[in-house]
């Protein structure tokens, strides 16, 4: 096994891991704040924290106190069993949010297909069978597993893939009437990223959300925020 380095970081990535990303040639060793430090000692400001949502910073005191605080406890425990932080982190948010419930989950993808499993029981159970069919925008990404793969809005993504699952409709970013004329009694939820950022950086116009989210209300459609 070679020890790694920045020269030859590509070379052992091609020969042990399958191609899914184009990184550049210098291998992070540790950062500071939003600072990054690969392993020459070479500088880069982290601007992309936000990208898989780990805006934590690096090496900050305060969460690596409670990191190495709870390494001595538990790293990790079955959802069979209660866990103290677990329970209090829950709390904490539904007070922060003003919302009924939480559901911690893995990843991005794993959210999004709870949201659409739950939106699509949801309407089972009210309506019955036959409404299931979720709105997504155009040039949407919702994640990279089979059902949040349908919701993105992007044919590229779903190449190669086939047969894909059914029940989904794309509609136009901001235009309120694509949005009116998709709407039909097969209809249960609607997902939407508030600023497109794979389909390149597109803003919902707030008229736009008010407007949707008052039809969804008037016809009981789940309206889901990626």
Request: aromatic share 12%; proline share 2%.
């Amino acid at each position: 096994m070679n020890d790694v380095t920045n020269k030859n970081c590509k070379e052992i990535w091609n020969e042990n891991f399958l191609n899914t990303y184009a990184q550049p040639e210098f291998v992070l060793d540790y950062g500071e704040g939003s600072i990054l430090f690969d392993l020459e000692g070479n500088r880069y400001i982290d601007f992309t924290s936000g990208y898989g949502v780990s805006s934590l910073g690096y090496s900050n005191k305060k969460l690596n106190k409670a990191l190495k605080n709870q390494l001595d406890k538990l790293i990790h425990s079955s959802n069979l069993f209660f866990n103290k932080p677990m329970l209090e982190l829950g709390q904490k948010l539904t007070e922060l949010s003003n919302m009924s419930k939480v559901y911690f989950c893995n990843s991005g993808s794993e959210a999004n297909e709870t949201a659409f499993k739950l939106a699509r029981k949801y309407s089972s159970d009210k309506y019955g069978e036959g409404r299931g069919t979720i709105i997504s925008l155009v040039d949407s990404f919702h994640g990279r597993t089979m059902f949040s793969l349908m919701a993105t809005g992007m044919d590229k993504y779903h190449n190669y893939f086939y047969p894909l699952p059914e029940g989904n409709k794309y509609v136009e970013i901001n235009n309120l009437e694509n949005f009116k004329s998709s709407i039909d009694e097969t209809i249960c939820a609607v997902v939407f990223e508030s600023v497109q950022g794979e389909g390149g950086v597109n803003s919902l116009d707030k008229n736009y959300i008010k407007e949707v989210i008052k039809i969804c209300n008037e016809k009981d459609i789940l309206v889901i925020f990626d």
